[in-house]
T-cell receptor, first 111, second 116 residues
């Protein structure tokens, strides 16, 4: 059974700081890994999708890496801004039918 | 192209009542997924449907919960005889096809169910 763990559960940083969110998964037989953003009371926004054959993906100030063999992914956020404050969710696809989510990292960026 | 639509956005029910949650997938998507997010927890898979078929319901409680995706109209998640523990955010997602290396699911805004 696939399990996804995210560390830390919560993170508070001053504006401008670079930060790293961590995600680990127990079953390395994944199709892809995705990072989502969830704002309070809202749905999920897909940030980055890394295919199982890829090592990293970049979008603007975001960079996600994937080490499938060790079951780990990191989301790097450069020059953080208050607007980045949200919960970040990591999820993997190991079968054709579902995403398995971690419990998220709640990020607060203080002005 | 409208995104995934869910209604209602907020639903309040008393214990023992029925809750009916609706989800309209993105245009052209025939795969629908339901997830539940309990307070302070991550999203948990409940059920995966294609038009008129339940493909995987392994995440759905065996009793009181049912889901359908008819040929016409939205997907419905039905919870009978609700209890306080059913209070949660229920998210629907849709995809163009079976999830693979390059496919993603698109999520709706969720329905927040409160059971009094």
């Amino acid at each position: 059974k696939q399990e996804v763990t995210q560390i830390p559960a919560a993170l508070s940083v001053p504006e401008g700081e670079n930060l790293v969110l961590n995600c680990s998964f127990t079953d390395s037989a994944i199709y892809n890994l995705q990072w989502f953003r969830q704002d309070p009371g809202k749905g999920l926004t897909s940030l980055l999708l890394i295919q199982s054959s890829q090592r990293e993906q970049t979008s603007g100030r975001l960079n996600a890496s994937l080490d499938k063999s060790s079951g780990r992914s990191t989301l790097y956020i450069a020059a953080s801004q208050p607007g980045d404050s949200a919960t970040y969710l990591c999820a993997v696809v190991t079968s054709g039918s579902r995403l398995t989510f971690g419990e998220g990292t709640q990020l607060t960026v203080n002005p | 192209n409208a995104g995934v639509m869910q209604n209602p956005r907020h639903l309040v029910r008393r214990r023992g009542q029925e809750a009916r949650l609706r989800c309209s997938p993105m245009k052209g998507h025939s795969h629908v997924y339901w997830y539940r997010q309990l307070p302070e927890e991550g999203l948990k898979f409940m059920v995966y449907l294609q038009k008129e078929n339940i493909i995987d319901e392994s995440g759905m409680p065996k009793e009181r919960f049912s889901a359908e995706f008819p040929k016409e109209g939205p997907s419905i998640l039905r919870i009978q005889q609700v209890v306080r523990g059913d209070s949660a955010a229920y998210f629907c997602a849709s995809s163009l096809g079976v999830l693979g290396a390059t496919d993603t699911q698109y999520f709706g805004p969720g329905t927040r169910l409160t059971v009094l």
